[in-house]
């Protein structure tokens, strides 16, 4: 017996379907798909939460200086002459970051690498501008693992909704409790 469903495909195809709906599941808080893949996702999704609990608190803040380009009320870099080449002129700002400590960052790479690219469209922008990339492993830290730091496993809910139309496979609801 395997110790997985193999959901009818091959195993890059079942990798890929269950990135993309574990992605879509932690960015849209729920999803609409059959049962056996809820199962499986399920069980992918509530390790990388149970990751981002353990991990939530796991930084300090550091304060760094950093080398910031001059900009003008257009938006683009203020340039100044020295010994006759144009030379961009930079301010010192300094700023508070988070750096994680070692196991945070494991954490947040495995993140990275199961997790598909989100972009997350803005309609009261246009064209090219309305499509924005998404931060999914900063959500995981910031919003979904404190949400669940009290709660010890069981972050979905899975309701069966009744048997799709086409071809009778129950379909189901599952979604962040």
Do not use: C, W
């Not at 598909?116 to 090219?128: A, H, I, M, Q, T």
């Not at 909704?161 to 189901?172: H, L, N, P, S």
């Amino acid at each position: 017996m395997a110790g997985y469903r193999k959901l009818g495909r091959t195993s890059s195809q079942r990798k890929a379907l269950l990135r993309n709906q574990v992605t879509n599941l932690l960015f849209n808080g729920k999803m609409v798909t059959t049962e056996q893949k809820a199962k499986e996702v399920r069980s992918i999704a509530e390790k990388f939460i149970t990751m981002a609990v353990k991990e939530k608190d796991n930084y300090e803040t550091v304060t760094v200086k950093a080398k910031v380009a001059r900009k003008d009320k257009d938006g683009k870099r203020v340039k100044e002459v020295v010994d006759g080449k144009k030379v961009t002129v930079f301010d010192e700002v300094e700023k508070t970051i988070k750096k994680d400590h070692p196991s945070r960052l494991h954490a947040r790479r495995q993140m990275l690498a199961f997790f598909y690219p989100v972009k997350k469209y803005d309609s009261s922008l246009k064209g090219r501008k309305a499509v924005k990339d998404f931060d999914l492993i900063a959500k995981m830290f910031d919003e979904i693992a404190p949400k669940y730091a009290k709660r010890k496993g069981g972050y979905t809910r899975i309701v069966k909704i009744g048997q799709r139309k086409g071809d009778a496979a129950m379909e189901v609801l599952i979604e962040l409790v």
